[in-house]
């Protein structure tokens, strides 16, 4: 079982397929397969994993998850013509967006927007909220601070669906303290 195991690993690290890796790994581990094996799987995971992360990044057209890419895939044994396609598209990123230069002013307007984004985020303002993640993007703020700002939104955008909903299909409180002053008779000027 071991050397099914381990013959498993072997071909799961050279498809390259994540998940199928992850699946011999685990049997690997439950088995017994040797530690060398098993770490070298894992090493061969966390730069497919890189690998993933930096196609996403470069996708994203966001300087520092870019940077933040970059950076993981130059400590692991990362395909050299990816790395070079991702410092390409770093530097094609930084010379269209001149807030990103080496001017002194990006980290300034990047802390700027990331002060915006909480503001907004912590605010109920559906449209301020999107302007905000708008600039913070285009600035290259965190990517995980942009992730929970969405996150906001769609708690928004469900309240308002609900509160809209709610609007449409519920009186309100004037008609109906008068409806039931319109069904009653009240007392007649006869009496």
């Known amino acids: 079982e071991k050397e099914e195991a381990f013959e498993a690993l072997r071909q799961a690290v050279g498809s390259r397929d994540e998940q199928d890796l992850r699946q011999a790994l685990e049997k690997a581990k439950d088995v017994g397969v040797a530690d060398e094996a098993i770490e070298d799987a894992e090493e061969a995971l966390a730069e497919i994993e890189a690998e993933a992360g930096l ?16 950076a993981q895939c130059e400590e692991l044994d ?3 013509d990816l790395l070079e396609q991702a410092n390409k ?6 010379a269209a967006v001149p807030s990103t230069q080496e001017n002194g002013t990006s980290e300034r307007e990047r ?6 984004l909480a503001d907004a985020a912590g605010g109920e303002d559906v449209a301020v909220l999107r302007r905000a993640m708008e600039h913070a993007e285009h600035l290259g ?14 708690e928004l955008e ?3 669906d609900i509160d809209g909903q709610e609007e449409n299909g519920k009186k309100t409180s004037a008609d109906v303290e008068v409806e039931p ?11």
């Open 78 to 80: 990362v395909d050299d």
């Open 89 to 94: 598209s770093l530097r094609e990123l930084k």
């Open 141 to 154: 703020v965190d990517p995980e601070m942009l992730d929970e700002a969405k996150e906001r939104l769609a």
């Open 55 to 70: 196609v996403a990044a470069i996708k994203s057209n966001n300087v520092k998850s870019l940077e933040d890419a970059i």
């Open 158 to 160: 469900a309240e308002e």
């Open 181 to 191: 002053l319109l069904m009653k008779p009240g007392p007649s000027a006869c009496e």
């Open 111 to 116: 802390s700027k927007a990331e002060d915006a």
